[in-house]
């Protein structure tokens, strides 16, 4: 259980690690380009605290399993991290999701596990996670038959969208819009759904309306951090100003439901003004947002991802639980 009730295959069951001497200062990130924006400047605040941040890329990182024993290395250099994290990997990205199952079986403690990674990776199983934790969210659709899925649309409603059920990386919000198909009504769905276009690579949902207010909040541990409008401003004093407290529970639900570390939810009304919030969309390890360095606020993001990553380094798996953004106890 969640520590909010959400019921959720995301945390894999803490053991003790079977590797031996682990480093207690040191974070092991997987991820393939070393020269991530994001990381640069984590690896700066962690290093200003003793930290190490290690980036490895998935195809660089050797694993060593013999009986219950695991060993690592990273371009050919031994590793014990007290912490692994999964990142944007691009076309490695499956890659790593084994290395990181492999890892947190041996007991290392694994942030982005294996199973947050493959939801990132997936808006069609982002989608049923976000149903099934009972997250406001739009209605899907997953099928091949006609007739089924036709019957399906007819109770959900219309405009919907076909998008792809993969993606190639974490942060692919303009190749999942770009590759969007509308349906105004059952006319054209049947076009699609009995014609060659239609394939098991697609899923169907309902279309978000464009009419209400649409917010972008940065989750850390699943907290808000950060919050901006549609069209963000220059600048921004207060980085929640914006965020009411109804919409901050919907955007902590579903980074809690998804998993990721950080987060970026995207979140709009269901009509104008009413204040009813539906989740859009969930992305696992947003890459850097021009918006948010406009406002001011990237720094505010990754030094409050820096102080969980601190915290979970030196108390493990139940800093998730007691971490929230105000907390300051490794302060920066």
């Known amino acids: 259980m969640c520590p909010d009730g959400l019921v959720s295959g995301a945390v894999a069951p803490y053991r003790k690690s079977t590797m031996k001497k682990l480093d207690s200062r040191s974070i092991v990130v997987l991820a393939r ?17 003793g930290i190490e941040l290690q980036i490895a890329d998935p195809l660089d990182l050797a694993i060593q399993c013999e009986g219950p024993e695991i060993r690592m290395w990273n371009n050919d250099s031994p590793v014990r991290p007290g ?21 947190e079986q041996a ?29 406001p969210h739009y209605p899907i659709i997953s099928g091949k038959a006609p007739s089924g899925v036709l019957s399906m649309a007819d109770r959900v409603g219309y405009p919907m969208v076909a998008r792809p059920l993969m993606t190639r990386d974490l942060d692919a919000r303009a190749a999942v819009r770009g590759q969007d198909i509308v349906f105004e009504d059952a006319s054209t769905l049947k076009e699609f759904v009995t014609g060659k276009a239609a394939s098991g690579h ?39 100003a914006i965020l009411s407290e109804p919409a901050a529970h919907v955007a902590g639900l579903a980074s809690r439901a998804i998993g990721g570390h950080p987060s970026m939810v995207e979140i709009s009304e269901d009509r104008p003004g009413s204040r009813n919030w539906r989740v859009e969309d ?39 639980g007691g971490w929230r953004p105000s907390s300051a106890v490794h302060g920066f």
């Open 33 to 49: 380009d070393r020269d991530d924006f994001d990381l640069k400047v984590l690896s700066s605040m962690l290093g200003s605290r």
């Open 83 to 103: 912490l692994v994290i999964g990142w944007r990997s691009g076309a490695s990205a499956l890659h790593a999701i084994k290395q990181l199952d492999a890892i």
């Open 107 to 135: 007991g290392i403690d694994v942030l982005n596990s294996a199973v947050v990674l493959l939801r990132g990776l997936s808006p069609f199983l982002k989608s049923v996670t976000l149903q099934t934790n009972s997250v």
């Open 202 to 240: 697609f899923y169907m949902q309902l279309r978000p309306p464009r009419t209400g207010q649409r917010l972008r909040v940065f989750c850390v541990n699943h907290h808000p951090v950060a919050c901006l409008p549609d069209v963000p401003d220059e600048r921004q004093a207060d980085p929640l």
């Open 282 to 320: 969930v992305t696992v390890c947003p890459g850097p947002d021009p918006d948010l360095s406009r406002a001011g606020l990237h720094e505010t993001v990754m030094r409050a991802q820096a102080q969980f990553l601190a915290a979970r380094l030196a108390e493990g798996p139940k800093a998730r």
